[in-house]
């Protein structure tokens, strides 16, 4: 897709959410949501694919790729939306369903993030997203999962291509309560989450016109919901770390103006298989060090100390940056500006995601 053309959707995406935050939630023809609701059990494989009548979701893919030149993070992401447009509307340009991707690669010889981007409304064959399973196709990117249980991903630009396979080495791991992951003190600030850490990566990277074989190790989320976070909230931190034993760790924050944690959230798998879910004061994010990026002047911690409580006592993890310039600036797209990087901790290696640095974020 022309970048034009992205850019101009993009624009349009932002204009209809923008026009939906002062529309009165009953205006006509405007799409109801689903709910997300606890005790709704999920059920694959159709919770791999879309859920259309809820208000937004993404499969969030990282990872670390062990190339000839070194170590290099990654990550493919994919969103669908549905804006508040009018669902009367009977033609067939009516943005009824929007996709949306980002991928970028963290190369430390370069010392910045490589990105690109694509977005276009569902539908004439070039944006789909199936509601069986995983399987969207968005332009000339791609994000399927196999019968073998793989999934496929083919996404970049012109400074460097991913055609990459992950394969589950763990089952799914459901956040919070059986898949229903609260994110404010109200029930309904929720959203259905899972993830699948462990991931054996295996393919193609390009850089330019260089291709090399790549293996590694990467962490799938996936998350859905139709409301918004706690009217207060700016950002959020939030890690996926692989750990060297086979367990695994996700942990978040939700945090004010201030830099308060509004909610916190996340579990440990244990290599046994064992889980243990952390509820808001379980979950403590200190900062180490700081980096301020030279572009946009956002302070971003960067150097984080996560503490977890778990039964047997408090775990931490030392969580460092492969490389700090890891800012992802999508402000030429309509986007927002946030850190999102590969970190190591002690045992393990994931990836770090800090939103709200540089201006709240619009929920």
């Known amino acids: 897709m022309r970048r034009g053309l992205r850019l101009t959707l993009l624009a349009l995406l932002a204009a209809a959410q923008t026009a939906a935050a002062a ?18 059990p999920l059920a694959f494989p159709a919770d791999h694919g879309a859920h259309p009548q809820h208000r937004t979701e993404w499969w969030y893919i990282t990872g670390w790729l062990d190339t000839p ?27 009824r369903q929007v996709l949306f991707a980002h991928a970028a690669l963290s190369d430390p010889r370069t010392g910045r993030l490589l990105h690109d981007q694509r977005i276009a409304r569902q539908g004439f064959g070039l944006a789909q997203a199936s509601t069986a399973d995983t399987d969207i196709v968005l332009d000339d990117w791609r994000l399927k999962r196999k019968a073998d249980g793989r999934f496929l991903a083919k996404a970049g630009g012109k400074e460097f291509g991913l055609d990459l396979a992950f394969t589950p080495t763990q089952g799914v791991l459901l956040q919070g309560d059986g898949g229903y992951s609260r994110k404010g003190p109200r029930a309904g600030e929720a959203s259905h989450y899972y993830s699948i850490p462990h991931l054996k990566v295996s393919g193609l990277l390009r850089r330019g016109a260089r291709a090399m074989k790549v293996s590694g190790e990467a962490w799938l989320d996936r998350e859905w919901s139709s409301t918004l976070l706690d009217p207060r909230a700016v950002g959020w931190d939030w890690t996926g ?14 945090r004010d ?13 244990s290599p046994d298989g064992s889980v243990v879910n952390f509820a808001p004061a379980d979950v403590t994010f200190a900062v180490r060090r700081r980096w301020r990026s030279p572009r946009t002047g956002a302070d971003y911690p960067v150097d984080r100390l996560l503490t977890v409580r778990l039964p047997r006592g408090p775990r931490r993890f030392a969580i460092t940056p492969l490389f700090d310039d890891q800012e992802l600036d999508s402000r030429l797209g309509g986007g927002p500006v946030y850190w999102e990087g590969a970190v190591r901790t002690d045992g393990g290696r994931g990836y770090l995601e800090l939103t709200g640095y540089v201006a709240p974020l619009k929920f």
């Open 241 to 254: 770390l692989n750990l060297d034993d086979g367990g695994a760790l996700m942990a978040f924050q939700v």
């Open 257 to 269: 103006a201030a830099g308060r944690p509004l909610w916190a959230g996340g579990a440990l798998r």
């Open 69 to 95: 030149d070194g170590p290099q993070g990654f990550q493919v992401t994919f969103f669908r939306s549905r804006p508040q447009v009018d669902q009367r509307n009977p033609s067939a340009f009516a943005a």
């Open 23 to 40: 529309r009165p939630p009953a205006a006509p023809g405007a799409p109801v949501y689903a709910p997300v609701l606890p005790g709704r």
